[in-house]
């Protein structure tokens, strides 16, 4: 049977010198965790199950200094790499595949030019393609967020979620802004609609906090995925324990 | 030497790395007549059936793919790579896959597609690629199509999603397996060693 994933997502700085990670809340920096691909392989010996790269700097300059970092991690760490955070079009996609990348992440991107989600997947295919969503609660709905949660867009994320599944997407990352760096648990309610609504696998993200989030996101949520940042960096959980905990819950997990 | 074949579809710094990091040297090539004497051949890809084909005929890859398997050079193709082996595939019904294995490509149903993460493969039967690899050991896919060879007999390892479908091969001097080894830690390395340590 399919495991369920845990995800570690490395938040990454490019405007230093060679990246660093850092963690945010509820979208804005406070501290640096230590160098990209050093994270990346202490994760993978600890048996993460995938590793998603994040450039908060997003600049054109950054792009470049991904790739170095990329290209880095995957000299050492063999399991699947997924890179996002100013992705733009095909070209930027293909240097970071080339790097080694298996998948990339679009957000802005794709709200802005929804076509993108469509070529991406004919080029490299469905299974290389992620869309992110990060998603705020409204009153009896959710708004789609772009450019890291600084620009709101009128856009109601379950029909944006089975858009981009027509579209080609092959994955949903789907943030909940309410609930990021709060460690106060996944946003259930939000997942698990997501989730149903599509065919293709959610990884669900923001408000880990404790080992019993990641086992409702799975069991209620519905979620394929569970992704945590800061938890992992300074070992508030460490990776075997959580999946030896899920184990014993029932999870199928690796 | 192992030979990676280059035709535009996919992760070949990923393949180049695990080797790299095995002690094995590769050379990754587009040339045909590379190919054709290579002994060691990997044939990665991922990515769709129709583009693949079109490029490997493009490149005049895809008879070099069969003179090098005729002479007996040991192939391992991954993912894409092992599908495009087959006759034909539901995800591109007009096109003709390489026809070296009988047997056809079919999409999943009922279930989400793609297929991404780790997935477990029971093991059939007794393969070199498979050596010192546990039984229900975890791989990492991704994919919505999966293999029906004919012959049953070649089948060395299944996994389960929504159905059991077939996710390692053994023929003569060919292997495929649906998962990526390149991309599943410490066991994935290890079919890769295998690989290597193939005696021609």
Same mark, same amino acid.
């Given at each position: 049977?399919?495991?369920?994933?845990?995800?570690?997502?490395?938040?990454?700085?490019?405007?230093?010198?060679?990246?660093?990670?850092?963690?945010?809340?509820?979208?804005?920096?406070?501290?640096?965790?230590?160098?990209?691909?050093?994270?990346?392989?202490?994760?993978?010996?600890?048996?993460?199950?995938?590793?998603?790269?994040?450039?908060?700097?997003?600049?054109?300059?950054?792009?470049?200094?991904?790739?170095?970092?990329?290209?880095?991690?995957?000299?050492?760490?063999?399991?699947?790499?997924?890179?996002?955070?100013?992705?733009?079009?095909?070209?930027?996609?293909?240097?970071?595949?080339?790097?080694?990348?298996?998948?990339?992440?679009?957000?802005?991107?794709?709200?802005?030019?929804?076509?993108?989600?469509?070529?991406?997947?004919?080029? !490299?295919?469905?299974?290389?393609?992620?869309?992110?969503?990060?998603?705020?609660?409204?009153?009896?709905?959710?708004?789609?967020?772009?450019?890291?949660?600084?620009?709101?867009?009128?856009?109601?994320?379950?029909?944006?979620?089975?858009?981009?599944?027509?579209?080609?997407?092959?994955?949903?990352?789907?943030?909940?802004?309410?609930?990021?760096?709060?460690?106060?648990? !996944?946003?259930?309610?939000?997942?698990?609609?997501?989730?149903?609504?599509?065919?293709?696998?959610?990884?669900?993200?923001?408000?880990?906090?404790?080992?019993?989030? !990641?086992?409702?996101?799975?069991?209620?949520?519905?979620?394929?995925?569970?992704?945590?940042?800061?938890?992992?960096?300074?070992?508030?959980?460490?990776?075997?324990?959580?999946?030896?905990?899920?184990?014993?819950?029932g999870v199928n997990v690796r | 030497m192992i030979t990676v074949i280059d035709y535009g579809m996919g992760n070949l710094r990923s393949i180049e790395n695990?080797?790299?990091?095995?002690?094995?040297k590769t050379k990754i090539t587009d040339n045909p007549k590379e190919i054709e004497k290579a002994k060691k051949l990997i044939f990665p890809g991922v990515?769709?059936?129709?583009?693949?084909?079109?490029?490997?005929?493009?490149?005049?890859?895809?008879?070099?793919?069969?003179?090098?398997?005729?002479?007996?050079?040991?192939?391992?193709?991954?993912?894409?790579?092992?599908?495009?082996?087959?006759?034909k595939s539901e995800e591109a019904p007009k096109v003709q896959g390489l026809n070296i294995i009988k047997g056809k490509v079919l999409k999943f149903k009922?279930?989400?597609?793609?297929?991404?993460?780790?997935?477990?493969?029971?093991?059939?039967?007794?393969?070199?690629?498979?050596?010192?690899?546990?039984?229900?050991?975890?791989?990492?896919?991704?994919?919505?199509?999966?293999?029906?060879?004919?012959?049953?007999?070649?089948?060395?390892?299944?996994?389960?999603?929504?159905?059991?479908?077939?996710?390692?091969?053994?023929?003569?001097?060919? !292997?495929?397996?649906?998962?990526?080894?390149?991309?599943?830690?410490?066991?994935?390395?290890?079919?890769?060693?295998?690989?290597?340590?193939?005696?021609?």
């Amino acid at each position: 049977m399919l495991a369920k994933r845990i995800v570690a997502c490395l938040d990454t700085d490019l405007g230093i010198k060679g990246g660093r990670v850092v963690k945010g809340i509820k979208f804005k920096k406070i501290r640096y965790a230590g160098l990209p691909w050093e994270l990346a392989e202490r994760y993978y010996k600890e048996g993460i199950d995938e590793i998603v790269f994040l450039d908060i700097t997003a600049s054109h300059e950054s792009r470049q200094t991904m790739v170095e970092v990329v290209r880095k991690t995957c000299q050492r760490v063999f399991i699947s790499i997924t890179v996002g955070g100013g992705i733009r079009n095909i070209k930027d996609a293909k240097k970071l595949f080339r790097a080694g990348a298996d998948k990339i992440s679009i957000n802005t991107a794709a709200i802005q030019n929804p076509r993108l989600v469509k070529e991406l997947s004919e080029s !490299f295919g469905s299974q290389a393609v992620v869309v992110a969503i990060d998603a705020k609660r409204r009153k009896d709905w959710f708004e789609c967020a772009i450019y890291g949660g600084r620009k709101f867009t009128g856009v109601d994320a379950i029909s944006w979620a089975k858009k981009v599944a027509e579209l080609g997407a092959g994955e949903i990352l789907l943030t909940s802004m309410d609930r990021d760096g709060t460690k106060s648990g !996944f946003d259930l309610g939000l997942t698990r609609k997501i989730s149903e609504s599509v065919s293709i696998p959610v990884i669900a993200s923001g408000g880990a906090g404790k080992k019993e989030h !990641f086992l409702e996101v799975f069991k209620k949520g519905k979620a394929d995925a569970a992704l945590a940042a800061s938890l992992f960096h300074f070992k508030e959980i460490k990776i075997p324990e959580l999946k030896k905990y899920l184990k014993e819950k029932g999870v199928n997990v690796r | 030497m192992i030979t990676v074949i280059d035709y535009g579809m996919g992760n070949l710094r990923s393949i180049e790395n695990a080797f790299r990091y095995l002690g094995a040297k590769t050379k990754i090539t587009d040339n045909p007549k590379e190919i054709e004497k290579a002994k060691k051949l990997i044939f990665p890809g991922v990515g769709n059936f129709r583009k693949a084909i079109e490029n490997l005929k493009r490149k005049k890859i895809d008879s070099a793919i069969k003179k090098s398997i005729k002479k007996g050079a040991s192939f391992l193709g991954i993912c894409l790579g092992f599908q495009l082996l087959f006759e034909k595939s539901e995800e591109a019904p007009k096109v003709q896959g390489l026809n070296i294995i009988k047997g056809k490509v079919l999409k999943f149903k009922k279930v989400k597609i793609p297929q991404i993460g780790w997935n477990q493969i029971e093991i059939e039967k007794k393969s070199k690629i498979l050596q010192g690899i546990k039984d229900y050991s975890f791989f990492y896919f991704m994919h919505s199509f999966y293999v029906e060879p004919l012959d049953k007999e070649i089948i060395v390892a299944k996994t389960n999603y929504g159905k059991v479908f077939c996710s390692a091969i053994e023929s003569k001097n060919i !292997f495929g397996v649906q998962f990526h080894p390149e991309k599943s830690g410490e066991v994935g390395l290890k079919i890769l060693k295998n690989f290597v340590q193939l005696k021609c």
